[in-house]
């Protein structure tokens, strides 16, 4: 019975019988989970004391769960059969491509890809604004070494820090206030749950290039004697009443599960080399709660966010190591904040949705919040006096929109906060594209930056960099795309001209004849969905092989970052779609919650959308052809797998293949198991079937494992790692083998490769090599299918 949940919950409509009638429930419902046997319910009727027949819901039960849920030899063993499978397929495969092309070359060329990004390192100004940082990497040692530069003594360089990255994994590195020390937390390839109490966090005297560790032996999990993972760490102000040499040290720590809910600090001295006992400052014991730490940009305090999907909470410690609650948490409000060196607090703020259709309920849930909060985030000033605040946030900035801008037409992303500027990251509510405005304090006015002043346009994605220096007269910010390596450009705040910092797209020749478009796709509901399309301007565009990737997740944009994986098929003619699907944010907060729970099922209306589009629009400027002669492939990676996999069972004769990577495939076994470390906190993102029949009804419409049919599939390759911390390796293993089990066509077109190291980002050579795998598997695919 190890596995097994009991949950008793009367039915909703007896519940508002009994409130509005006073008449008493006439039964109610036991639910009964199992990985294995999924969900059955019965009905217990009060008067009869009798028990209903099972009703079994959320799919068919799933055969050999439990089998393949703890690692063993026989596990291992099955694991290394696949592997090889793999491998003699690709390489069967692979004989019908014409230029003697093979798994290694492929491997090849995007390892030469991913070295643009190695050798594209961009610097940073630290805290002080007296040093920049940079990463200087050796692919042939595999050493890493993060450096930094005196901004005015030439040519002075120091280490800070250096580790081999094909043997240790560097987590976060933080700063001291005064840039004469960094911690840094270091831990065996790959850092997962199986390894991290081998994690150590080091502290660097980086004058005296002298490391001393902090020492974690009082720190230990509830009812163990294990250290607890490491999840951040954080260099705090000074000290109030001691000299500059003594810092706060702030270790944000996980549970038993991996979720981290703990924040201790401990008091480092520079000069001894020592550091006090760490104590626990804060912990949530909420399953649904996720906490982090971040130093705000005047580096006099620091945020401790405790936070759900659909709620938080913030508290600002300061150099008396006091806790100050900045405003207790509300459902379905979010807010963020950073601080300068004033006491200054500037927050973004907003409110959800509110899906109950009592308007009494909304009323007493939103309050007058609702007259100064919209469903994208609005900005505040607040004082640290002002703290907690209750009800309003503060005063609220209202832009001058210029040029006959209509109100709305872009919502804030993130914010970057300066002495006398505030830069904000925006997007368009109608196509997604960025653009970035600057907010003067001072003078209460702002600029839009346009594009065209750095030689981009909006459809290269944006993203902040380093900007540490509070005081500083200019911001950095990153241009790339999925085919160009990022560039940083520096933006003077006075001038208004723009500086490249770092190699650009004149030096990649071979992106000049990559072309992007951004679509409109109709989907459900009258809704256009977003879609950018990537791939070579020449030749023909007519009948190009095209990969749809989806994602359409926790409110988080589609990875329209440079990506090395891609260049092996954009250079062979192939092209690559996103989708912008409901779930994610491109299109603004309100886009995200129309993605979510008992509407997770828009996401995947929107890929099959995209794919359908792809696969039948004849507009000549597309990369379309004829609906029977387009060879489309399916992609998705960890919680795109939820798209992808739903689609693969709900059209699969859209796709004529399927890469699916760490994917998170079975969503009713997940949700159903809390002793998951996400799944009490994604509860907010796909429903709780463990107390609402609704998300039950919800779940078992899509989840791809339960809904895996007797059909006809495409040939799909699962890649991942024996070690994922995020996801489950079985989800992957089951949902391969119950396709094999299922397909009416050739069951050996189905390849699993999931390693028994790598993690869940499959990060450095290992993420190189099943990207190559990957493409080894479409391209060999696509000839064949050619041939055929």
């Known amino acids: 019975l190890s596995h097994i949940q009991f949950s008793l919950s009367f039915m909703k409509t007896n519940i508002r019988s009994l409130l509005q009638h006073g008449l008493p429930s006439r039964y109610f419902d036991i639910h009964i989970f199992h990985p294995t046997t999924r969900i059955q319910k019965f009905k217990y009727y009060l008067f009869s004391r009798t028990l209903s027949r099972p009703i079994t819901t959320g799919g068919e039960p799933i055969q050999g769960y439990d089998k393949y849920r703890e690692i063993n030899p026989e596990i291992l063993r099955t694991l290394q059969l696949e592997r090889q499978h793999t491998i003699d397929y690709l390489d069967r495969l692979l004989k019908s491509v014409p230029g003697n092309v093979t798994r290694s070359k492929i491997e090849d060329e995007i390892h030469t890809a991913a070295l643009k990004c190695v050798e594209r390192g961009f610097a940073e100004v630290g805290p002080t604004g007296n040093y920049e940082y940079f990463f200087n990497d050796s692919p042939v ?62 502290v660097r005297d980086i004058d005296a290039c002298v490391d001393f560790q902090v020492s974690l032996e009082d720190i230990t999990l509830k009812d163990s004697c294990t250290p607890p993972r490491i999840h951040n760490v954080e260099f705090g102000p000074t000290i109030e009443g001691t000299s500059d040499q003594l810092h706060s040290l702030f270790i944000a720590t996980c549970d038993v599960l991996g979720r981290p809910n703990a924040v201790y600090v401990c008091i480092v001295s520079g000069e001894e080399r020592s550091h006090s006992k760490p104590q626990l400052i804060f912990v949530d014991y909420d399953g649904s709660h996720f906490v982090d730490i971040q130093r705000t940009k005047g ?252 994602y359409s997740c926790y409110g988080q944009n589609q990875n329209l970052q440079f990506d090395p994986s891609i260049i092996p098929l954009i250079n062979r003619g192939f092209a690559v779609a996103f989708c912008h699907g409901r779930g994610g944010r491109e299109l603004g907060h309100k886009w995200y919650q129309s993605g979510i729970r008992q509407s997770k099922i828009r996401s995947i209306e929107d890929y099959l959308a995209c794919a359908k589009y792809l696969k039948s629009n004849k507009d000549e400027s597309s990369v379309q052809g004829s609906a029977t002669d387009i060879f489309l492939v399916a992609k998705g990676f960890s919680a795109g797998g939820v798209v992808v996999g739903s689609s693969l069972n709900m059209a699969p004769a859209l796709f004529q293949a399927a890469v699916l990577s760490n994917a998170f495939l079975d969503v009713m076994g997940a949700m159903s198991d809390s002793s998951l470390h996400l799944t ?59 396709i094999r089990n299922k397909c009416i066509n050739v069951q050996n077109d189905v390849c699993i490769n999931l390693e028994e190291n790598g993690g869940h980002q499959l990060s450095g050579e290992m993420r190189i090599k099943l990207e190559a795998l990957a493409a080894s598997f479409i391209i060999g695919l696509y000839h064949e299918w050619l041939n055929d």
């Open 299 to 550: 580096c006099e305090y620091v945020a401790i966010h405790s936070t759900s999907k659909s709620s938080n909470e913030i508290r600002l410690v300061g150099g008396d190591l006091r806790p100050i609650l900045v405003r207790s948490r509300q459902d379905q409000v979010q807010y963020y904040v950073d601080c300068g060196v004033d006491k200054d607090v500037v927050i973004i703020a907003l409110m959800n949705p509110i899906h109950d259709t009592n308007e009494e309920l909304q009323e007493k849930d939103s309050g007058h919040l609702a007259m100064e909060l919209g469903q994208e985030f609005s900005i505040f000033e607040a004082t640290i006096g002002d703290l907690p605040l209750k009800g309003s946030f503060g005063n609220k900035l209202l832009f001058d929109h210029q040029n006959h801008e209509k109100e709305g037409e872009h919502f804030i992303e993130d914010m970057d906060v300066f002495d006398s500027k505030i830069v904000f990251y925006e997007r368009s509510n109608v196509d997604g594209l960025q653009r970035m405005r600057v907010w003067d304090r001072k003078e209460k006015n702002h600029t839009i930056i346009p594009f065209p002043l750095f030689g981009y346009d909006e459809r290269f994605v944006l993203s902040s960099t380093g900007n540490m220096n509070y005081f500083s007269s200019s911001f950095h910010f990153i241009a790339e795309s999925p085919t160009l390596p990022p560039k940083c450009f520096c933006y003077d705040f006075e001038s208004r001209n723009i500086l490249s910092v770092s190699n650009g797209p004149n030096e990649d020749k071979d992106d000049l004849t990559v072309r992007y478009r951004r679509i409109l796709v109709d989907s459900s509901n009258e809704i256009k969905c977003p879609m950018t399309i990537v791939h070579k301007s020449k030749p023909a565009l007519s009948g190009r092989p095209v990969i749809l990737v989806g």
């Open 141 to 202: 040692t595999g050493t890493r070494t993060y450096q930094r530069r005196d901004l005015h003594k030439f040519g002075h360089e120091q280490i800070v820090c250096s580790y081999n990255f094909n043997h240790e994994e560097l987590g976060a590195v933080s700063l001291s206030k005064d840039e004469k020390y960094a911690v840094r937390v270091v831990s065996p390839q790959p850092a997962t749950t199986t390894n991290h109490s081998l994690a150590r966090i080091m």
């Open 680 to 738: 009490e906190h994604e509860w907010d993102e796909f429903g709780n079937p463990v107390t609402s029949a609704e998300d039950v009804a919800s779940i078992s419409s899509y989840c791809p494992m339960s809904n895996v049919r007797m059909q006809r599939y495409p040939p799909c390759i699962i890649l991942g790692a024996v070690d994922d911390d995020m996801v489950p390796f079985y989800h992957s293993l089951l949902f391969g083998k119950r």
